[in-house]
């Protein structure tokens, strides 16, 4: 039981609020908006906690970080003990602290919430893994190299964690990755302001290769080699498929071709991979004076954020109401601040263009919610006769992503399902020996949290298949 | 990695290279194309391999300038390194997949606008050392820019010159040339066209009537070139596609060519700035 009195107190002293930058000011910048804790408002905030014995906030962690431990050295002021009892389950701590959806994870059940605030465990997360990587990071034990090499497709969440365990073990561990830079989307996907590159990402890279681990970059596997040929030819004794879900999807009505209608996709990959906010990159982007994101999730939060930043008037399209938003709560919060207006319980129609093909309007119908569907979600249905127009220049669709074909068309024996994901149980084994997947590509679009301990339960299963 | 072999420019705005770059070389086929980056804040620029050599492990780029990414491209010399190199990227051209016997004595005819030519090289090559019949028709403005005319030479049965002001061979278009070919009664299983959009357009309203096949290669606007973000999309037999991993070689009687015309326009005021400020930054 909880001691009573502590849990009144916690409840009322209410969550260590985060400094962040001013939503005005942020709305003209590419900084990161949340600035985080620093050691005091730490302390204070890890003292919140009540230290369950049985802690649902670990439950409800994907990973299962022992929550109450590493916030107890927090409290106690022992940072890197903290980061250590983290790091004994997580590889990427500043990434997940700063884009787990908390909300319904480890916060969404901590016991104060049932009242009061939870703790800011997130927030607590990455204070630790930032104190820690400015004091040079976790020592990490590495078993003595074995020699065996081991190929990882990709170098997303889950590729980067499937090969930091694997190389602990001792592997030769290879991640080729298609793009020029590696992070998957955590580089390409994730805006700057959300998840800064050279000060969060690419120092996560950097102790990958710490490990040893060697990263080829611009390789498709697939096309450059294929994974027949990683084993025949370049003698690897098992493969890790990482290879995310990056295929975006269109809606399909008509316009959808106009000069103007953009993939969220490439929107934030002109923005975030090639840097064209930066006036000395040479990629160019087009940037609406009004443009409409269609889509209520991370990826169009973050499309809508990244083109207010540049300069447009946004207006957020989507077909459910604010409850049903799949965004992080914070996200949405922040895109609120800023000043982008959501148009709830709207779907587009058509994109309408002017005479030299340029979109000029989104013909959008009213929505309203109806019965619940297979998901258990009300579906959206059109109100007859509702129909009417945004004004805009741009376009952005951010309708989801599915996984690339082009490394199942290529493998022999590799069995996807109908949505094209690749199919694999829980440990990561395809229907094709020595070949693990784990990610997006097995789950369709889903979380980094998710996708990185599919990389590390990937990385035990492959030890297990190739220890004599 | 990716250092740059041999340099020789072909005419004063077109510059040819060979790369290193060994997994590609390995792999490339006919059709194929790759994606470079010049320095650190370059843009992605897809090329297609006109040439490969496995045991060298380089590749052959032709690279036109036309913007600012190809100008800093074309500044590169023998020696410096390109910052990326990735590929081969797109589907390798349909006669890749054909048992080599299929081709023997099968006639093709190449329409290369251009710089086309260069795209063309590696496809009548490979079709040439497998016994098919290859004429190719090219066009330029100017004798003067015809480009690799030895090397085509080499690997195909007749090659008939148009030029814009009549310096050499036909004068006037491709497509008039490619007219009197079909009213001699030249008779092609294949025919292919590479080289500027609206010539491809052209060509594909020339062939239509005769009922030979006509594949083109799509030069859309590409960011990854992975299927990734959908920039290279048009439409093919009222079909949305993605050019880099669809392609870039699509049946030219279903293309909406006018929409891909319009579609590699999107970034045109940023482009004219961009090469504005690179040229005043080099006086
Ligand atoms: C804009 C955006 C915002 C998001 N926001 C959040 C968020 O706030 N919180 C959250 O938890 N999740 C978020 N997500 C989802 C999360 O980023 C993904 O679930 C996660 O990155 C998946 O990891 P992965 O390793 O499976 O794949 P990815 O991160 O997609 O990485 C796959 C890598 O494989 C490479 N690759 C693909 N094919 C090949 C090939 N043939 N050869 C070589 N390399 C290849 C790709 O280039 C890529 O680098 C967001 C996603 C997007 C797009
Ligand atoms: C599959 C593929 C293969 C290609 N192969 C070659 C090749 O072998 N050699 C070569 O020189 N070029 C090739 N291209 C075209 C080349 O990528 C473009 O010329 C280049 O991106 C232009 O960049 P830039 O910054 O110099 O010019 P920009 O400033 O981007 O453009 C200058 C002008 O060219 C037009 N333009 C831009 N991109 C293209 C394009 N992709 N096609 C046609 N016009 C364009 C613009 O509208 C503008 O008017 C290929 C393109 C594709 C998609
Ligand atoms: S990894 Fe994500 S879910 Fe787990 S404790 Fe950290 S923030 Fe919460
Ligand atoms: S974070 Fe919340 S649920 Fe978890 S141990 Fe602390 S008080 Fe309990
Ligand atoms: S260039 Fe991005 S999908 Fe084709």
Redesign the interface.
């Known amino acids: 039981m909880q001691n009573r009195e502590e849990l009144k107190m916690a409840e009322k002293i209410g969550r260590v609020p985060v400094r962040e930058q001013d939503p005005k000011v942020r709305a003209g910048n590419f900084e990161e908006v949340c600035y985080g804790y620093n050691e005091k408002e730490a302390l204070l905030e890890a003292s919140r906690c009540l230290n369950c014995r049985n802690p649902r906030c670990v439950q409800h962690c994907p990973v299962g970080i022992r929550i109450p431990e590493f916030i107890a050295q927090v409290r106690a002021g022992a940072f890197q003990e903290a980061a250590r009892v983290i790091a004994s389950d997580s590889s990427l701590p500043a990434v997940c602290g700063r884009v787990c959806p908390q909300e319904t994870q480890c916060e969404g059940s901590c016991i104060l919430g049932v009242k009061g605030e939870p703790v800011a465990i997130g927030k607590l997360e990455r204070f630790v893994a930032d104190w820690s990587r400015a004091q040079g990071g976790v020592p990490v034990e590495k078993a003595p190299a074995n020699g065996i090499k081991v190929a990882i497709v990709g170098s997303g969440p889950s590729g980067l964690a499937c090969a930091s365990d694997l190389a602990k073990l001792g592997y030769d561990v290879t991640i080729f990755e298609?793009?020029?830079k590696p992070g998957g989307v955590l580089q390409?996907g994730i805006p700057e302001f959300r998840l800064p590159k050279q000060r969060v990402v690419e120092p996560e890279i950097d102790s990958v290769r710490a490990l040893g681990v060697k990263i080829e970059?611009?390789?498709?596997v697939g096309?450059?080699?294929t994974i027949d040929e990683l084993f025949d030819r370049e003698g690897f004794k098992a493969v890790f498929v990482g290879s995310g879900a990056?295929?975006?999807r269109?809606m399909?009505i008509p316009g959808?071709?106009l000069?103007?209608v953009?993939?969220a996709?490439?929107f934030l990959?002109?923005s975030n991979l090639?840097?064209a906010f930066?006036p000395?990159?040479?990629?160019?982007?087009?940037v609406g004076k009004r443009v409409a994101v269609v889509g209520g999730g991370n990826v169009a939060m973050d499309a809508a954020r990244t083109a207010l930043r540049l300069g447009s008037q946004v207006t957020i399209v989507y077909r459910r109401t604010e409850k049903e938003l799949p965004a992080r709560a914070e996200e949405v919060h922040h895109a609120l601040e800023e000043g982008i207006v959501f148009r709830m319980l709207t779907n587009p129609v058509e994109i309408l263009g002017d005479e030299?093909?340029w979109v000029n309007a989104l013909r959008c119908i009213q929505m309203e919610l109806g019965e619940p569907d297979a998901s258990g979600r009300r579906s959206p249905i059109p109100i007859k006769d509702s129909e009417f127009e945004i004004p805009v220049d741009a376009v952005i669709m951010a309708l989801g992503t599915s996984p690339?074909p082009?490394i199942a068309k290529t493998t022999k024996g590799l069995e996807t399902e109908r949505h094209g994901c690749i199919v694999a149980d829980e440990s990561g084994a395809t229907s094709r020996p020595g070949v693990f997947a784990g990610g997006d590509a097995v789950t369709g679009a889903a979380t980094v949290i998710l996708a990185m301990g599919a990389g590390r339960r990937a990385a035990a299963a492959i030890d297990a298949y190739l220890r004599p | 990695m990716y250092k740059i072999t041999r340099k020789a420019m072909l005419t004063p705005t077109i510059c040819l290279m060979d790369v290193e770059a060994p997994?590609?070389a390995a792999?490339a086929q006919p059709g194929?194309f790759l994606i470079v980056?010049a320095?650190e804040?370059?843009?992605?620029i897809p090329l297609t391999i006109c040439d490969y050599d496995r045991e060298q492990g380089t590749v052959t780029i032709v690279t036109q300038i036309v913007g600012?990414?190809s100008r800093?491209i074309c500044a590169l010399e023998e020696g410096d390194c390109f910052?990326?190199?990735?590929?081969?990227?797109g589907c390798p051209s349909d006669f890749v997949e054909l048992p080599d016997g299929a081709l023997k004595g099968s006639r093709y005819l190449f329409v290369a606008g251009g710089l086309g030519t260069a795209p063309v090289y590696p496809q009548a090559k490979y079709l040439h050392e497998r016994g098919a019949h290859v004429d190719v028709v090219v066009g330029a403005k100017t004798a003067d820019l015809l480009i690799l005319r030895e090397e085509m030479s080499a690997v195909c049965d007749n090659l008939y010159v148009c030029t814009d002001d009549g310096s050499e061979g036909h004068h006037g278009l491709v497509t008039e040339k490619v007219k009197l070919l079909l009213a001699e009664g030249q008779h092609y299983d294949q025919a292919v066209a590479i080289g500027p959009m609206i010539m491809m357009k052209f060509v594909a309203l020339t062939l239509r009537e005769s009922g030979i096949p006509l594949t083109v290669s799509l030069n859309t606007l590409m960011?990854?070139g992975?299927?990734?973000?959908?920039?290279c999309?048009?439409?093919v037999g009222g079909k949305?596609r993605f050019a880099c991993?669809e392609g870039p070689e699509f049946d030219a009687y279903q293309v909406d060519f006018d929409?891909a015309l319009?579609?590699q326009?999107?970034?045109r005021p940023?482009?004219q700035e961009?090469d504005h400020k690179c040229k005043i930054g080099r006086n």
């Not at chain 1, 000395?280 to 087009?286: A, E, G, K, L």
């Not at chain 2, 992975?226 to 920039?231: N, P, S």
């Open positions: 298609v793009l020029h390409y970059t611009n390789v498709v096309r450059t080699i990056g295929l975006p269109f399909g959808e071709s000069n103007g953009f993939s996709n490439e990959t002109r090639m840097r930066d000395s990159s040479d990629t160019p982007i087009f030299k093909g690339n082009l | 997994r590609l792999s194929q980056r320095r804040e370059g843009e992605r600012a990414s800093l910052t990326d190199v990735v590929g081969p990227l960011v990854d992975t299927g990734m973000c959908g920039c999309r048009i439409t949305v991993v929409e319009r579609r326009t999107i970034y940023q482009e961009a």
